[in-house]
């Protein structure tokens, strides 16, 4: 059974950075894309990143892309979102994604 487990969130002003983590358990987490997506109140999921296997290869949304980074470590199956220079418009739920299974998520709230 995929599991993943999101943390990391948390209230944080305008400008500040957070750093999401996803533990994976359940399937094989090296020799998977991983991503992250995001959903914000009242709106769908949005595709924020991806990774893959090896973690050289990294692709962002354009509103995030310059700011946050995508990561991990497969020696501990972990996946890691490191956002910097955080904006209002980034509050939402956070879900690491191995395909069309996502975590529970974690908040992530952008505001002074």
């Known amino acids: 059974e995929v599991l993943l487990v999101e943390s990391g969130g948390g209230l944080v002003q305008p400008g500040g950075s957070l750093r999401l983590s996803c533990a994976a358990s359940g399937f094989d987490f090296s020799r998977y894309t991983m991503s992250w997506v995001r959903q914000a109140p009242g709106k769908g999921l949005e595709w924020v990143s991806d990774?893959?296997?090896?973690?050289?290869?990294?692709q962002y949304a354009d509103s995030v892309k310059g700011r946050f980074t995508i990561s991990r470590d497969n020696a501990v199956n972990t996946l890691y979102l490191q956002m910097n220079s955080l904006k209002p418009e980034d509050t939402a739920v956070y879900y690491c994604?191995?395909?069309?299974?996502r975590g529970q998520g974690t908040q992530v709230t952008v505001s002074s």
């Open positions: 990774i893959n296997l090896s973690g050289r290869i990294t």
């Open positions: 994604a191995k395909g069309p299974s």
